[in-house]
């Protein structure tokens, strides 16, 4: 929601309503549990939506993967992971002593691929959630979805292996991007939003350089585009504008500084992608 | 623990309690993705080369004069109360919860008699800075009994009807407890601070200034918009009469018209009468816009 609304739409949620309201006529749009979007884009219900690849996988949902947006809940770029965890004093090492125990898990079809790999044979139980709390009594083990890994530290778990690394996808519903407008009109939206999670929205920097330490200056934003140079009228000075990436910026600003900028100003007033 | 002084790594102090919020907010405005842990201890930052270290103010000062830590940001009246031998690198203007300079102030209950600092002469006086205290009291040659007391001396002031000396922002906290300013002592605003030693390398140094350049840059922008208007030639004069600009203001022509593009920076509440004024005197398409950092 936030990386929509930085993408330049508003969007209006209010308490208990499912269905936000969107300032673009020709979207609508539906809060839903993550691990539904994925069947509902494969059936065509959704023309594209913003999915865990895990519910991707656990619904070997057909669907296209526009963009991978990674972000998870806590932290942007860093993936969540679905993991094989057991109490920490646990007699259970490594998967294979999973022989003829139980699993529990949000996620059956993901935890019993594994196990295929894995060449083991186990009881792979569904969980509705807590799946923390299960292990030893209603479970040998655990798969279950971590991001610090604090939840599993507070309940005395040991993570034995990653199942699954998961990111946050953009997909498609196949029945959508066969049709031309519908298909432009979900890769621009996905273009913008892609742009922000991945911090590669643009930025503008604007900044003053005598004539004497132009061509220094120019050599340090080399690579960053063209940029404009314009002479400022009376005195021996430019004026340069250029766009970077967002997280450029920080290195660029104190090198500009050094090299002899003045007034250095960073905006992202002019979005341009 | 901490090993002393490693190469190629900045170790930062970043300001746990009053200055928490707004130091972790001027992280993120200068660029860097800021995380904090579920119990609030920990934080870290997505630059490999800055490891971050929350701790109180005055143990961060401490912590950068012994070597422990290379640089912190550290309240101005926390380095003068505690003597610290530190590199004074950059001033930053905010406060808890304001964007604005914080202020030592003496304070006494809002009923009391005491009116001016002489009528303080032989009272007992709390203080979270009992140094800074002393002196200013030297210096106003009023005699009076300093006694130490810890984070918050409002409560205590209101209880035991003393006069007390403490950090004030926004003057809420005073007034929650029935205390009024008798007088300020200094205006005082975060510093950062750097170890001497490790001033001396060139790596670090250039790392630490970088990082308060960033943060300074942040932090100005908030004060400050972008303008972009057009102006036509013959207004050209009177509109750059109006514009403080920080150097001068960037004049383009529009293709194929006598008219101007100007694009300049000015002071966020001058904006709000330099605005009207442009418009007033024929400069169209005027944009006011946000800046993310200015470094002057």
Redesign the interface.
Known sequence: MLFLRKAGFDIYITPRVCQPKIDDPEMDCFLLRAQEIPKYVSLGKLDVGIAGSDWICEQKAKIVEVYDLDFAKK???KAAKWVLAVPDDSPIKSVKDLQGKVIASEVVEVTKNYLKRKGVKAKVEFSWGASEAKPPLFADAVVDITE?G?SLRANNLKILDTVLETTTKLIASPLAWRDPWKREKIETMAMLVYGHVQGHQM?NI?A?ISQRQLEDVLKIIKGFGAPAV?K????N?Y?L?FRCK??Q??EL??AL?RAG?????????FKIS | MPTKNKKNILRLGIPARALRFQTIDLLEL????V?V??SGHKITI?DPEIECFFSKTQELAEWVENGMLDVAIVQKARLIEQGIKAKEISEFKYGNGIWDLTRVVVAVPCDSKFKTLKDLQGQEVFSRLPNLTKKFFEEQRVKVKVTRVTYPSETKAEMFDKPTVDFTNTGNTLREHDLRVLAVIMETSPRMIMNNETFQDKWKREKA??LA??LK?ARL?KDMV?L?LHVSNGLMVDVLKILPA???P???QLRGENVFDV?T?IDKKQAREVVPRLKKIGATDI?E????????
């Open positions: 932290t942007v770029g610090t604090e930025t604007m003053h314009k400022i009228a009376g005195i000075y004026d504008s967002e997280r910026a920080r600003i104190p500084k900028c003045e007034g250095i100003v960073q905006s992202t007033a | 200068a660029g860097f993705t995380n842990s579920a997505d200034e970088n350049m960033l840059g922008a972008g972009m920080m150097k001068k960037t004049v383009t694009l920076v944009v816009f946000p800046l993310e950092k200015v470094i002057i």
